[in-house]
């Protein structure tokens, strides 16, 4: 089973930057996607960025040129990270850090508990 702690978060002020950081436990060295969803106030929760473990990069149309998704760590333990810049008062939501095992996800999906980022104007 998949373990996942997730970091960072907060308040900024709009134009500025945070970081997000998730650490996943329990992946070894099988196929995988993790990375980070997002959900604002009275909406439905969306893609912001995934990184496969191979490296390839998925992002959301709307956070393209500002956000930036890496990725580290070794067999016992994986970490995403998202560098986001310029921020906006659009970009304000709960990040749920997400965790796809195996093709098509089809040994599950794990969903972090989620953490607030509110970006004033």
């Known amino acids: 089973q998949v373990h996942l702690v997730e970091s960072g978060g907060g308040v900024v002020q709009a134009g500025g930057s945070l970081t997000l950081s998730c650490e996943a436990y329990g992946v070894g060295d099988r196929l995988h996607v993790m990375g980070w969803y997002r959900q604002a106030p009275g909406r439905q929760r969306d893609l912001a960025a995934t990184?496969?473990?191979?490296?390839?990069?998925?992002?959301a149309d709307s956070v393209k040129g500002r956000f930036t998704i890496s990725r580290s760590g070794d067999f016992a333990q994986k970490t995403v990270a998202l560098r986001m810049n310029d921020l906006g008062p659009e970009d304000t939501g709960v990040y749920y850090c997400?965790?796809?095992?195996?093709?098509?996800?089809?040994?599950?999906?794990?969903w972090g508990p989620g953490t607030q980022v509110t970006v004033s104007s």
């Open positions: 997400y965790f796809c095992l195996g093709y098509g996800c089809f040994e599950g999906v794990t």
């Open positions: 990184i496969s473990n191979s490296g390839d990069t998925k992002y």
